[in-house]
């Protein structure tokens, strides 16, 4: 048994106390979500460029231009870019997404020669080439030309840019997108992912000039990504086994890689490990404003409740009425902590639907939930008096899911009789 396997062991027993790993609830968000619930994290930028961008039906005015000025200045020259986005903006309205994505790959060549290859001029462009990609369904074209996006700004290298960070930072959203489509080896995807999204976090408290809410926009997604972990990785070591330690040095040994072992320890310090980095932020958070600090402290209740550790979640909600009472924010108070609220409350689970007109079937719920976020006395109906096998698997995911209850008193409160509408997702 090498020395590495011995820490290791030694880490895992030493820190089992604290560790232990509950069955997570259901993945709020993956199969349903309340209706008019939207997050960040659904990539919903893309929507609404997509629903921004209508331009005339009549193509000639800009074919004229284009003509133009390469009559004038030759292929590259320099005022092309736009009309060759107008034009790749028609075609991808109406659906031919590989002449939109000629144009616009056109465009960024133009720019690139005109500019250099860093021009800030290509972002729109290739945001635009990302949503035809998207709209077309050609999510492996999406994956390499984010892949393009993120090296053209730094690969998440500092010196930090507000330009290389809001690439790192779309790029690892992209990423926990790809993991929710299963998008290649999803498991390998999401272990980069959350070593990159370490480095850039370290690397942005190295330097000085790095305003506090890059630290908290890099500091949720690696809490993103460690809710993504525990929803869909397990340890491939009981801990029963783990605390029979002679079995664990024995024989478990010849079947365990080092690489389950690192992942094992990488799963069962999770919930420690990003609830420590919240508390860390907090204290950042203090400095700017009651507000902030109560927006962190109320991630940090909502992961260690998500995760099973109801003390430490009981004292961080203590703490978000205590700072809102405080600075007069009642309002605010009542909108996070006045009714039971789906946990995650964040969209980690959940894929936006990339068709605006998609059909989905809503659901009428009422249910009573815990003071400990669990829901009893469910009743269901499809509205339009259907009978849709979907019913039941709704039925079981809300009854498993967990709830931030009510806590505007600075205790939990159980709450009868909610109603609410729900869309079930394909």
Known sequence: MNSWSVALFRGLVLALPG???QAAPAPYGEDFVRTGAQWDEG??????????????????????????LEQAG????????EPLASLGRHYRQSGDYQQAVSLYRRAMHVVRINDGLGSARQIPLLRELLLSYRQAGDLEALDERYDYYFHLFGNGRPPFTPARLRAAREYMRWQREAVRLNQGASEKRLLELIELNEDILQAIQL?????YHWRRDFSYSQMLNHYLLLQRLEPTVSERQLLTSRE?????????????QKLDLRLRSAPARIAGMLEELAVAAAIQGPVEEAAVQLS???????????RQAEIAYRQVVEILNGAGEDALLQQWLGEPVELPDNGVF??????????TVTVEARY??????????????????TDDRSLYRFRRKLLSTLFRPRWVTGEPEAVASIARHYRILD
Request: no cysteine.
């Open 350 to 359: 959940w894929q936006a639907e990339t068709a605006p007109d998609v059909a």
């Open 74 to 81: 030759g292929p590259y020259a320099d005022g092309l870019a």
């Open 248 to 260: 664990y040095m024995g024989s478990l040994q010849a079947v365990q890689s080092l690489e389950d």
């Open 207 to 211: 330097q000085a000039d790095v305003p």
């Open 368 to 385: 009573d939930v815990s003071a400990l976020g669990r829901v009893s006395e469910l009743q269901t109906r499809i509205p339009d008096g």
């Open 300 to 310: 940090l209740a909502d992961w260690s409740f998500w995760t099973g550790n109801k």
């Open 43 to 68: 990539g919903l930028a893309w929507l609404e460029l997509s629903a921004k961008t209508t331009e005339p039906q009549d193509v000639e005015p800009f074919v004229r231009q284009v003509e133009s």
């Open 19 to 21: 560790l232990a790993l």
